[in-house]
């Protein structure tokens, strides 16, 4: 039987819950609530992680208990679950006696069958990250995740036999592409597996960390923080307890991870079910990061995006539906409360809640509030719509299997779009003033119909607003809940259905305001270091780089930092502006063959007119161009 489950992350309790947390957790609930539109058996888990060195340090701290630690942050999660409409099946703590013994079951099981063993270890310790590393993993004797100092460690310790599935892996990987998804990421963990696969360190002495769960074959040690974690997604489901639920859901349809923990999940987690002997998930899949602007977010550079904020002020639909809309998956995405409030307000307020208020609105005034009776036949232009309508039915339900909601999501629109310039063209308030009232009835028929299949589509993204945009459809109360059977049909709106009244679904947002007091929280946030916003290879090729030789430079009056060059690109004679003269002279550039990007648009310099620029390399006080390692070469010759 077809099933489906989806899993997050479960997250550590030791921070406050952020955009980042909520990404992923709306995203695994919108594909729940798609699945179970679909009528496909579904369940998904999410839940927390709350072991290990951080928790423990700050339960020290505050003068408490590790589990009253736990006990206190976990409700941040919970709470912001419940404000953010998810529909998780369970939550999972690793604090849960269940979960803990399903652990203890499973290293006592790996440890009877020799695949855990005891040794001496070495190595780098990061105790912010909790993670060892070797002598060759630190990059320049920091941690490779955090750049913080680690330090030398020597103890005695439990490890698992990773290495020994190294083979099985890549073979594994390789024969089942989906298995890790986007397939950047899975070339990412195949380059990592070139690397001979260490065994994986499972213990902790509980002299430094007691906070954990205990190994049954040794009180003196705790599990490592990953072998209690990952197990999360099978305990969840019953595993060792209660086998027939087991089956029922594994194995897992989508791990839903961040990029962050790919290698944990991609080759930690698939060893370690080898070694237990049970089936794969289907897929792994490692969306992005979300940056704010250009910038990692960090609790130090105090950008963090407070998820509970945004719904307080934008609401909980329209925050998820941004976060679904604006980020391609498997790519990072950029926050910012400006980008938010021009999608919210062109998506949203104009296109959606625009079409809704003009459509419920007349046929409150012209057909009291009941959905009219079509007595006239569909024209061109409602069979144009229809088309447009099921089109985005159909895109939908491609983009949920390919993780391509924002392209489903993008088609819906599109079907707004054209309801709205339907309403337009048909201009359905000048049929009432003419008393058309057969071909008014059609018009309005027409695009409530198609508006109450988009409320079906964006239910899972906005499931509050969808509800509110039924009712005002005249969708009866008993079938608020979408359904997908009459989703793809045309014509499911019955004649005399009542409609709710309807204020603005989405009140327009004062984008003023926003800007005037954006510029202030802007100036509080440095610029995080080493982050590079990645670009696809098609924005790449829209810059035109070409080889040029330079004919001519000479200075501009009255500007000392500027030099005017004539260069040939190819057939073509060109002039650009260069602000290069403190580091060359005319004459040192006459006849250098430089890169020029040929296709910015032309630009006007203290009055001169510059129709490209040249690329060079600076750093600090010293300019070099970049020219081309060759004696004779064409100029106008492509470049990339
Ligand atoms: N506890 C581990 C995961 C164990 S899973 C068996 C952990 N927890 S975490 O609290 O740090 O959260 C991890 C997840 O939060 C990331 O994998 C990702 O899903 C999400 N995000 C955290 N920051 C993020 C962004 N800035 N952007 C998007 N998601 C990121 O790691």
Same mark, same amino acid.
């Given at each position: 039987?077809?099933?489906f489950?989806?899993?997050t992350?479960?997250?550590?309790?030791?921070?406050?819950?952020?955009?980042? !947390?909520?990404y992923?957790?709306?995203?695994?609930?919108?594909?729940?609530?798609? !699945?179970?539109?679909?009528d496909?058996?579904?369940?998904?888990?999410?839940?927390?992680d709350?072991?290990?060195q951080?928790v423990?340090?700050?339960?020290?701290?505050?003068?408490i208990?590790?589990?009253?630690q736990?006990?206190?942050?976990?409700?941040?999660?919970q709470?912001?679950w419940?404000?953010?409409?998810?529909?998780n099946?369970?939550f999972?703590?690793?604090?849960?006696e269940?979960h803990? #013994? @399903?652990?203890q079951?499973?290293?006592?099981?790996?440890f009877?069958?020799d /695949?855990?063993?005891k040794?001496?270890?070495?190595?780098?310790?990061?105790?912010p990250?909790?993670r060892?590393?070797?002598?060759?993993d630190?990059?320049?004797?920091?941690?490779?995740?955090?750049?913080?100092e680690?330090?030398?460690?020597?103890?005695?310790?439990?490890?698992?036999r990773?290495?020994?599935y190294?083979?099985?892996?890549? +073979?594994?990987i390789?024969?089942?592409?989906?298995?890790?998804?986007?397939?950047?990421?899975? +070339?990412?963990?195949?380059?990592?597996?070139k690397q001979?696969?260490?065994?994986?360190?499972? *213990?902790?002495?509980?002299?430094?960390?007691?906070?954990?769960?205990?190994?049954p074959?040794?009180e003196?040690?705790v599990?490592?923080?990953?072998?209690?974690a990952?197990?999360?997604?099978? *305990?969840?489901?019953g595993y060792?307890?209660?086998?027939?639920?087991?089956k029922?859901?594994?194995?897992? *349809?989508?791990?839903?991870?961040?990029k962050?923990?790919l290698t944990t999940h991609?080759?930690?987690?698939?060893?370690m079910?080898k070694?237990?002997?049970?089936e794969m998930?289907?897929s792994?899949f490692?969306?992005?990061?979300?940056?704010?602007?250009?910038?990692k977010?960090?609790? *130090?550079?105090?950008?963090?995006?407070?998820?509970?904020d945004?719904?307080?002020?934008?609401? @909980?639909d329209?925050?998820?539906?941004?976060?679904?809309?604006e980020m391609?998956l498997?790519h990072?995405?950029?926050?910012?409360?400006?980008?938010?409030?021009?999608?919210?307000?062109?998506?949203?307020?104009?296109? /959606?809640g625009?079409?809704?208020?003009?459509v419920?609105?007349?046929?409150?005034k012209?057909?009291?509030?009941?959905i009219?009776?079509?007595? @006239?036949?569909?024209?061109d232009?409602e069979?144009?719509l229809?088309?447009?309508? /099921?089109?985005?039915v159909?895109a939908?339900?491609?983009?949920?299997?390919t993780?391509?909601?924002?392209?489903?999501?993008?088609s819906?629109?599109t079907?707004?779009?054209?309801?709205?310039r339907?309403?337009?063209?048909?201009?359905?308030?000048?049929? &009432?003033?003419e008393?058309?009232?057969?071909?008014?009835a059609?018009?309005?028929?027409t695009a &409530?119909?198609s508006?109450r299949i988009i409320?079906g589509l964006?239910?899972p993204t906005?499931?509050?607003k969808?509800a509110?945009?039924?009712a005002a459809?005249?969708v009866p109360?008993?079938?608020?809940?979408?359904?997908?059977?009459?989703?793809? !049909?045309?014509?499911v709106?019955?004649a005399?259905?009542?409609?709710a009244?309807?204020?603005a679904?989405?009140?327009?947002i004062?984008?003023k305001?926003?800007?005037k007091? &954006?510029?202030k929280?802007?100036?509080q946030?440095?610029?995080?270091?080493?982050v590079?916003?990645l670009?696809?290879i098609?924005?790449?090729?829209?810059?035109?780089l070409?080889?040029?030789k330079?004919l001519?430079?000479?200075?501009?009056?009255?500007?000392?930092?500027?030099?005017k060059?004539?260069?040939?690109?190819g057939?073509?004679?060109?002039?650009i502006i260069?602000?290069? &003269? #403190?580091?060359?002279?005319?004459?040192?550039?006459i006849?250098?063959?430089?890169i020029?990007v040929a296709?910015?648009k032309p630009?006007?310099?203290?009055? @001169?007119?510059?129709?490209?620029?040249?690329?060079?390399a600076?750093?600090?006080?010293? /300019?070099t161009?970049?020219?081309?390692?060759?004696?004779?070469?064409?100029?106008?010759?492509?470049?990339?």
């Amino acid at each position: 039987m077809e099933k489906f489950y989806v899993t997050t992350p479960i997250y550590y309790v030791n921070d406050k819950p952020h955009i980042g !947390h909520a990404y992923t957790t709306i995203l695994a609930d919108v594909l729940a609530r798609y !699945h179970r539109l679909l009528d496909v058996p579904t369940y998904f888990l999410t839940g927390t992680d709350e072991h290990g060195q951080k928790v423990q340090q700050a339960a020290e701290k505050n003068g408490i208990t590790p589990q009253q630690q736990c006990d206190q942050t976990v409700v941040r999660f919970q709470e912001l679950w419940d404000k953010l409409e998810i529909t998780n099946d369970k939550f999972i703590r690793t604090t849960d006696e269940d979960h803990k #013994k @399903v652990v203890q079951d499973i290293l006592q099981e790996l440890f009877d069958k020799d /695949l855990i063993y005891k040794d001496e270890y070495k190595g780098h310790y990061c105790v912010p990250c909790e993670r060892f590393y070797t002598e060759k993993d630190l990059v320049e004797g920091c941690c490779p995740e955090c750049n913080r100092e680690v330090q030398e460690i020597i103890e005695s310790n439990y490890f698992f036999r990773m290495s020994q599935y190294q083979d099985w892996l890549i +073979n594994y990987i390789n024969e089942n592409p989906k298995f890790i998804q986007p397939d950047h990421r899975r +070339n990412e963990t195949l380059g990592f597996l070139k690397q001979p696969l260490g065994d994986l360190c499972v *213990s902790r002495p509980k002299s430094r960390l007691a906070w954990g769960i205990e190994l049954p074959f040794d009180e003196d040690y705790v599990t490592y923080v990953w072998f209690d974690a990952l197990i999360n997604y099978i *305990s969840g489901i019953g595993y060792k307890k209660d086998e027939e639920e087991f089956k029922k859901w594994w194995p897992c *349809s989508t791990h839903l991870i961040g990029k962050d923990i790919l290698t944990t999940h991609t080759v930690y987690w698939p060893t370690m079910m080898k070694a237990m002997g049970i089936e794969m998930p289907e897929s792994i899949f490692a969306h992005g990061w979300w940056l704010v602007g250009r910038d990692k977010m960090s609790k *130090s550079v105090g950008n963090v995006v407070n998820p509970m904020d945004m719904c307080e002020q934008y609401g @909980v639909d329209a925050f998820r539906y941004f976060l679904m809309a604006e980020m391609t998956l498997g790519h990072d995405a950029s926050f910012t409360e400006e980008v938010f409030v021009t999608r919210y307000n062109s998506d949203l307020a104009n296109d /959606l809640g625009n079409m809704l208020n003009r459509v419920n609105k007349m046929i409150f005034k012209q057909f009291d509030g009941k959905i009219p009776a079509v007595t @006239v036949e569909a024209g061109d232009e409602e069979k144009e719509l229809q088309k447009a309508t /099921l089109e985005a039915v159909t895109a939908m339900k491609e983009s949920i299997p390919t993780m391509k909601l924002d392209s489903g999501i993008a088609s819906i629109m599109t079907a707004v779009r054209a309801g709205n310039r339907y309403m337009e063209q048909k201009a359905p308030w000048t049929l &009432a003033k003419e008393g058309k009232m057969d071909e008014l009835a059609l018009v309005l028929y027409t695009a &409530a119909e198609s508006l109450r299949i988009i409320s079906g589509l964006l239910s899972p993204t906005m499931p509050q607003k969808m509800a509110e945009m039924r009712a005002a459809l005249g969708v009866p109360a008993d079938k608020i809940e979408a359904d997908v059977e009459k989703l793809s !049909h045309w014509g499911v709106l019955e004649a005399g259905a009542e409609l709710a009244p309807i204020k603005a679904l989405f009140q327009r947002i004062d984008t003023k305001k926003v800007q005037k007091e &954006a510029p202030k929280k802007k100036k509080q946030q440095p610029k995080a270091e080493n982050v590079v916003e990645l670009i696809d290879i098609e924005d790449f090729g829209k810059v035109q780089l070409k080889t040029a030789k330079v004919l001519e430079a000479e200075p501009v009056e009255g500007a000392d930092r500027i030099l005017k060059l004539q260069l040939e690109v190819g057939q073509e004679k060109r002039q650009i502006i260069a602000g290069i &003269a #403190k580091f060359y002279t005319p004459e040192q550039l006459i006849g250098k063959m430089i890169i020029i990007v040929a296709n910015l648009k032309p630009a006007e310099i203290r009055g @001169v007119k510059s129709h490209g620029m040249l690329l060079a390399a600076k750093k600090k006080k010293k /300019l070099t161009l970049v020219t081309v390692d060759a004696e004779e070469f064409p100029t106008g010759a492509s470049v990339g």
